[in-house]
């Protein structure tokens, strides 16, 4: 069974940084994408950056780029998500996720195995 845990949010000021980090175990897919998403209150869940599992492509939301960026670390097990310059719209929970295949990570609408979120509070 597939387990993603997130950890690394918080409460910070605008401006400020947070790095959260997603782990992945009990897969057994040769190749797979994982992603983060975010869900501010009221709103929508979103996709904020996705890469595949052999050290390819990394995609980051458009509206995020420059702001936010992903990493895995060299074991694949673990997925990062640096934020800077963080805005209070950015306040939400943050989850990631993960889909057998390797390809196509960008498309957030198949993703089938989640972590649990980690909250991420911005004030003004």
């Known amino acids: 069974e597939v387990q993603l845990a997130e950890s690394g949010g918080g409460s910070v000021q605008a401006g400020g940084s947070l790095r959260l980090s997603c782990s992945v175990s009990g897969y057994t897919y040769t190749y797979y994408c994982i992603a983060w998403f975010r869900q501010a209150p009221g709103k929508e869940r979103e996709g904020v950056a996705a890469t595949d599992s052999h050290g390819g492509r990394t995609f980051v939301r458009e509206s995020l780029k420059g702001r936010f960026a992903a990493s895995q670390d060299n074991s694949q097990s673990t997925l990062y998500l640096q934020m800077n310059s963080l805005k209070p719209e950015d306040t939400g929970t943050y989850s990631c996720?993960?889909?057998?295949?390797?390809?196509?990570?960008?498309?957030?609408?198949?993703?089938?195995?989640w972590g649990q979120g980690t909250q991420v509070t911005v004030s003004s």
């Open positions: 996720a993960l889909r057998p295949g390797g390809i196509n990570c960008d498309n957030f609408g198949y993703y089938n195995s």
